[in-house]
């Protein structure tokens, strides 16, 4: 993702109605603040916002909030948003270092992780949204009936994440591929804008489905 500066960004989040600035308040209040019971599904690292869009678009029975580090380009998917007026989508500007400040236990139904960055150096693997640190935070957030997925174009990342699943006695790897989109896993996929640019180029996209296993 490109990250330009774009003047005026933090100011136009502040003023949406669509993105919280102090999400710890709804912390076990999200049902409420939509209105409904209908799940909660939270992708991390949206960028642009147009693969939650589109699934909010799609799934009017499932409440959706995209969670972003950068303004300049959450401010794109807002843009959308203030257009469209979706009322199961809104936005948190944040980093998922601080998740479970914002969900309660069991608040989300499933998290969606898509072409997250990298972090290819050794001693920067805690940062990797697929850490071992990061799923024990999904896990606290997590309805136990729910699941994470997870998109990436690139191997490296995805190796380092299967291994991690494999590895996490409270994680249950239920499905994965290396060819998403010459697979059955494809059927029902929508594509994120990332996913879009590196299929074009031919580029096969890996993902796999998590489970929390409360057994151990
Ligand atoms: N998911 C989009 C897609 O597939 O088109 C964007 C992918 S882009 C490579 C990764 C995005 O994740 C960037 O917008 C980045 O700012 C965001 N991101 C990375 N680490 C994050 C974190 N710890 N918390 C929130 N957002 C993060």
């Known amino acids: 993702m490109r990250l330009r500066n774009v003047p005026g960004a933090r100011e136009a989040i502040a003023a949406s109605m669509y993105c919280y600035e102090t999400p710890e308040d709804k912390k076990g209040l999200w049902h409420t603040q939509f209105g409904n019971n209908n799940p909660i599904h939270i992708e991390?690292?949206?960028?642009?916002?147009?693969?939650?869009?589109?699934?909010?678009?799609?799934?009017?029975?499932?409440?959706?909030?995209?969670?972003?580090?950068?303004?300049?380009?959450?401010?794109?998917?807002?843009?959308?948003?203030?257009?469209?007026?979706?009322?199961?989508?809104?936005?948190?500007r944040m980093d998922a270092e601080d998740i479970c400040r914002v969900f309660a236990p069991c608040e989300v139904a499933?998290?969606?992780?898509?072409?997250?960055?990298?972090?290819?150096?050794?001693?920067?693997?805690?940062?990797?949204?697929?850490?071992?640190?990061?799923?024990?935070?999904?896990?606290?957030?997590?309805?136990?009936?729910g699941c994470l997925e997870f998109k990436t174009d690139n191997t490296d990342l995805f190796r380092f994440s299967l291994e991690t699943a494999q590895a996490a006695p409270d994680w249950d790897l239920t499905a994965w591929t290396d060819d998403l989109h010459n697979d059955p896993m494809n059927e029902g996929n929508v594509m994120t804008e990332y996913e879009e640019r590196f299929s074009s180029m031919g580029t096969p996209i890996h993902k796999m489905i998590l489970k929390p296993n409360w057994k151990n």
């Open 44 to 92: 991390i690292g949206m960028g642009k916002g147009r693969f939650i869009t589109e699934l909010a678009l799609k799934n009017p029975q499932i409440n959706y909030i995209g969670i972003e580090k950068y303004s300049s380009v959450l401010l794109r998917a807002l843009e959308k948003q203030e257009d469209l007026q979706l009322q199961n989508l809104c936005f948190i």
């Open 110 to 145: 499933r998290i969606y992780l898509n072409f997250s960055d990298p972090w290819p150096k050794d001693r920067h693997a805690k940062r990797r949204l697929t850490s071992m640190q990061f799923l024990a935070r999904y896990k606290q957030i997590l309805h136990p009936a």
